[in-house]
């Protein structure tokens, strides 16, 4: 079984690293898709006013120092036109399994080791769903997995062939969505009291904040002054509902939880103390 983590990722300076290094040892292989600019089919001025943050330099050292990783430089138009390029290196290398993981996203070792139990004991299943927990403006917020509706589909089998009337016949193999591959089986979601990851989108500085706003796949759909009414202001009321930037019944409230849980890796981030990031 051979499995691959793909990351597509543009300006992800503040925790690609910690990503990179949580997924490493329960992998055999990493595909690291950089963009050099960032998609124009969701805001057609990104591209205008972008400025690269050092993740390409980033990027560099981690394919210096981990030998399992392959770096793919290149300019993608959308996320998922990013997320094909990176399967079809996972179809030229013969990778059994595609793990779509965010720039963001970081695992525990544990939930690590029982999402790859899961993968052998459910060989049928076509795609899996690992939840997360969502942090808030810090380590120290977060929508937990338990409250959150959102199912990310994070692991998807590399199928190859449909089989017709007994006949194999080639499958052509491709992400359908931003998130979903037309990968062949059934639908699985891994329970969040077995295995989730932490997902940090929206535990960012301000200034990354605003610029993956301007440039991330759901740019055009931000409600209008939520950077201002919500995302800034929130800190003066922590008990504010509805606040997901799209969706605000998404994000139905923000909950305080100690981050003992976390990842050992990120204890030593820079932001692991901070009541709220800066």
């Not at 459910?122 to 380590?139: D, E, M, N």
């Not at 990310?152 to 590399?158: A, E, G, L, S």
């Not at 989108?201 to 759909?221: C, G, I, N, V």
């Not at 606040?243 to 990120?266: N, R, V």
């Amino acid at each position: 079984m051979r499995l691959t983590a793909v990351f597509c990722v543009y300006n992800e300076l503040e925790y690609l690293e910690y990503a990179v290094r949580s997924i490493a040892p329960a992998v055999d292989g990493i595909v690291l898709c950089l963009g050099l600019a960032p998609y124009n089919a969701y805001n057609p001025s990104a591209r205008s006013f972008s400025r690269p943050d050092g993740t390409e330099a980033l990027a560099d050292r981690l394919a210096r120092e981990i030998p399992k990783l392959t770096l793919i430089k290149g300019t993608w138009n959308s996320e998922v036109e990013h997320r094909n390029a990176g399967l079809a290196h996972c179809l030229k290398d013969g990778t059994d399994y595609y793990w779509l993981v965010d720039g963001d996203e970081v695992y525990r070792e544990d939930h690590l080791r029982t999402i790859r139990e899961e993968l052998r004991k459910q060989p049928r299943v076509g795609t899996f769903i690992v939840k997360c927990h969502i942090f808030w403006r810090s380590f120290f917020y977060r929508i937990p997995a338990e409250i959150l509706p959102w199912r990310p589909r994070r692991i998807f089998k590399m199928t190859r062939l449909r089989g017709i009337l007994g006949v194999g016949l080639p499958h052509r193999l491709r992400f359908i969505g931003q998130n979903e591959m037309n990968s062949l089986g059934p639908v699985y979601e891994i329970p969040s009291a077995d295995a989730v990851f932490y997902h940090f989108s929206y535990a960012r500085s301000r200034q990354a904040m605003e610029d993956k706003l301007k440039t991330f796949s759901h740019a055009h759909e931000i409600r209008e002054e939520w950077f201002s009414k919500v995302w800034l202001a929130w800190p003066q009321n922590r008990q504010m509902l509805d606040i997901h930037p799209t969706d605000p019944p998404k994000f139905a409230k923000a909950i305080y939880q100690k981050p003992d849980d976390l990842p050992e890796i990120m204890r030593s981030h820079p932001y692991f103390t901070a009541e709220i990031i800066p």
